[in-house]
């Protein structure tokens, strides 16, 4: 049978081919379901590092339980898989360690802000340089669709057939209300501009907080689709009041669906810098 060929299909294997593309993704084919938001996170994640010219040998991906828990299993790097909800406190130790490596935490709604929520004030006060990405598909989804700290009110999940009962956290705000230094949101169906938002939490000196909106495409057909993201989600531009704290509150109150940096704080110290000032000449390894 002669082969058919195709100047798009070689067009594309070039690129991929020149761009290196797949420098920083493993062998391992992801096992998300088809359709899911996070082949687009994961995507700005390469993009982002590929622009960044980070080293493969350097960057240290860390991730709890649930669907993102996968993420570092699909990256060309050093990754640990660990604990439900422990995400942030094992890729804290790990950065104060090791500070010349760039540190990325995963972690869903469920992992981060339910089990693991008590970690999250405690890194953003002490202001540790490591990127926190927050897997935001409003539902528990590997483990079949019950209720998380981000489910919609009166949403019905597996849960709650008759209905969530409960107010949901709005991930912006807290992460403000704890005193993070970068607070930021992007959307799993725009990988570019998330790709824009993981460079500038990487590049910011202190704790970056990264929440994405996503679907859950298996649990999830009514609520939080793509189709209604889709219509929802617009970028917000507080480029010009980035360093005020209290015009990013009140954005995250209102735009549940912006994109954007909401805050930003470049002469905040980080914590490394902080046990260097207070010991100066001393290893500052906690």
Known sequence: MEQIKSPYLD???????QNDFLKYRSRDQPTWCPGCGYFGIADAFYKACRNLELKQENIAAISGIGCSGRTPIFINSYGFHTLHGRSIPVASGLKLAREDLTVFAFAGDGDALGIGGG???HVARKNIDITFL???NSIYGLTK???SSTTPYQMKTS???GGNPDKPLNPIRLALSYDASFVARGYAGDPDGLTKIIEAGVKHRGFSFIQILTPCVTFDKENTTWAK???KVYPV???EKENNRETAMAAAEHAHFGTGIFFRDKER???HDVLRRLNPGKAHHV
């Open 134 to 136: 927050l897997f935001d």
């Open 11 to 17: 067009e594309k294997l070039l690129a991929v081919k």
């Open 229 to 231: 993201l889709k219509e």
């Open 159 to 161: 849960s709650h057939p």
């Open 119 to 121: 970690h999250l004030p």
């Open 269 to 271: 110290l980080h914590y």
């Open 145 to 147: 669709g019950q209720s």
């Open 237 to 239: 531009d507080l480029h």
